[in-house]
């Protein structure tokens, strides 16, 4: 029998281990040293923007960036149903109220033209979040956020490197937020980034990351609410040496996916990802697959999962979680093609790590009869 192919492994092939003895050796261990403040200023120039603050996750990075931004008590942002809980939750818990729109059934990104009908005069900000690994069309966003006079914040969690017209995700926003968890294009780890280009709001997402200190005024006295969401020097370590070698991966991140799709092309009753479109060439982030029925998708994962090739499912609707229906939220609501996507879509191994044989493994497991 062949060996378990995982959905995700990362890459660690640069000088992550130098730099982390580094870390070692000097003792520079926690949220103070000399990695965080470098990949703080490479990374956010590798994205196009002024400012960089480094976080412990690209969760906490959207619940800095919610409250730096200002949004707050009954303050409406609208956003994709079909996304992973981070953004919602950090709208939710800062007491704004979020307001849904369906997928469009091809990007699986948010349907830009239902977003408009969704504007009221509580509504203070677009949330885009990129999925999978085509970009949300920013222009329709971007045009909306001018005209209406809103906030725009982005999710480029899945985005490092990928661009809308030639223009970086993660440098749309007035306030953009990455993640370095090991499944995103590059990794500390645990970790995520806040990048913006205006000095106040990059500051105070300093502050709320360290306790909401105040910068220079007494110690121990406070004014107001933040958290603990430093980022550690050997994260911050790990991320540098993982962005020297960042066009290597986004270049395996598209040969996986463009080997996923010439050895699909034939495969009948599922739908695969746009290799691109009008604005972008897919970055695969995931490689998404949606069968035509549920019983389609469940039938392939268990062919799958008997061969020991690990597989995800696609997110689940936010209007369709429990935890936000208890709360009222949601309560009747409909999104058509975010609910087959959740129903019928899952992904397989992705990762950078993957290597050309374990690929071919999965596209013939996925094409046996
Ligand atoms: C991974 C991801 C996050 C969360 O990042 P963590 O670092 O795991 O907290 C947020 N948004 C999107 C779209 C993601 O894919």
Redesign the pocket.
């Known amino acids: 029998m062949s060996q378990p192919i995982p959905v995700n492994t990362p890459l660690l092939s640069g000088n992550e281990l130098k730099y982390l003895t580094e870390c070692i050796e000097t003792g520079w261990i926690s949220s103070e040293g000399p990695f965080i403040t470098k990949f703080e200023s490479e990374f956010s120039k590798y994205v196009n923007r002024k400012h960089g603050v480094a976080v412990s996750?690209?969760?906490?990075a959207?619940d800095i960036a919610i409250k730096a931004v200002g949004l707050g008590k009954g303050d409406e942002v609208i956003m994709p149903t079909f996304?992973?809980i981070?953004?919602v939750q950090s709208v939710v818990t800062a007491g704004a109220v979020p307001v849904l729109v369906d997928s469009d059934p091809v990007t699986w990104n948010m349907d830009v033209s239902q977003i408009e009908a969704k504007i009221t005069d509580k509504t203070k900000a677009i949330l885009v979040?990129?999925?999978y690994g085509l970009p949300v069309e920013m222009d329709a966003v971007v045009e909306l956020c001018k005209k209406h006079n809103l906030l725009l914040i982005e999710?480029a969690?899945?985005m490092h490197g990928q661009t809308y017209n030639g223009k970086m995700c993660g440098s749309f926003g007035d306030i953009s937020i990455f993640?370095?968890?090991p499944n995103?294009h590059i990794t500390t780890g645990?970790?995520?980034m806040i990048v913006c280009d205006d000095q106040k709001i990059a500051d105070k997402c300093k502050k709320l990351r360290n306790l909401a200190f105040e910068p220079n005024g007494p110690r121990f006295i406070h004014y107001e609410l933040g958290w603990n969401y430093r980022m550690t020097n050997l994260q911050a370590a790990l991320g540098l040496a993982q962005l020297e070698k960042i066009n290597h991966h986004i270049t395996k991140k598209r040969e996986i996916g463009n080997a996923y799709q010439e050895g699909l092309k034939d495969l009948k009753g599922f739908q695969l990802p746009l290799s691109k479109t009008e604005y972008a060439d897919n970055i695969y982030w995931v490689y998404g697959m949606v069968g035509e029925t549920e019983q389609t998708s469940k039938t392939m994962l268990a062919k799958l999962s008997e061969a020991k090739i690990g597989t995800r499912p696609f997110f689940w609707c936010i209007h369709e979680q429990p935890v936000f229906n208890q709360m009222g939220l949601f309560i009747n609501e409909k999104y058509p093609v975010a609910e087959k996507l959740a129903r019928n879509g899952f992904y397989v191994p992705s990762g950078l790590g993957l290597s050309n044989e374990e690929i071919q493994t999965v596209i013939k497991t996925i094409l046996d009869k």
């Open positions: 996750n690209g969760s906490a959207l996304t992973i981070s953004p979040v990129h999925i999710d969690a899945e993640s370095f968890y995103k645990e970790g995520g």
